[in-house]
């Protein structure tokens, strides 16, 4: 199954730092998302990217998991080159993630 049929996602950005919250539709999905997006699972869905660092922070009364991207943004938005230099798209891509039942 994909991310997506069971959270929904939203980014921000400061920097050259992107932040990637994943929350799930339903609490009944909150243990398979804390267990599935593990830190280092999302810095190897995402390995086309140069990121430096990738922290994970727990937000179990919202259903939610909120990851900070270090590095991520080729720059920022003022120095970097790329299309979505906001990083807003990243959400779409951490959704196709593929995560067990």
């Given at each position: 199954?994909?991310?997506?049929?069971?959270?929904?996602?939203?980014?921000?950005?400061?920097?050259?730092?992107?932040?990637?919250?994943?929350?799930?539709?339903?609490?009944s999905h909150?243990?398979?998302?804390?267990?599935?997006?593990?830190?280092?699972?999302?810095?190897?869905?995402?390995?086309?990217?140069?990121i430096a660092?990738?922290?994970?922070?727990?937000?179990?009364?919202?259903?939610?998991?909120?990851?900070?991207?270090?590095?991520?943004?080729?720059?920022?938005?003022?120095?970097?080159?790329?299309?979505?230099?906001?990083?807003?798209?990243?959400?779409?891509?951490?959704?196709?993630?593929?995560?067990?039942?």
């Amino acid at each position: 199954m994909l991310l997506r049929d069971i959270a929904h996602s939203r980014t921000g950005d400061k920097g050259n730092i992107s932040n990637i919250s994943v929350i799930a539709y339903d609490m009944s999905h909150w243990a398979l998302l804390e267990t599935e997006m593990t830190s280092e699972r999302l810095r190897s869905h995402l390995d086309w990217m140069e990121i430096a660092n990738v922290e994970r922070f727990i937000l179990p009364q919202l259903g939610a998991l909120n990851f900070v991207l270090y590095g991520a943004l080729n720059g920022g938005v003022t120095r970097s080159l790329a299309l979505d230099a906001h990083g807003k798209c990243l959400s779409s891509a951490v959704l196709e993630m593929e995560i067990r039942k």
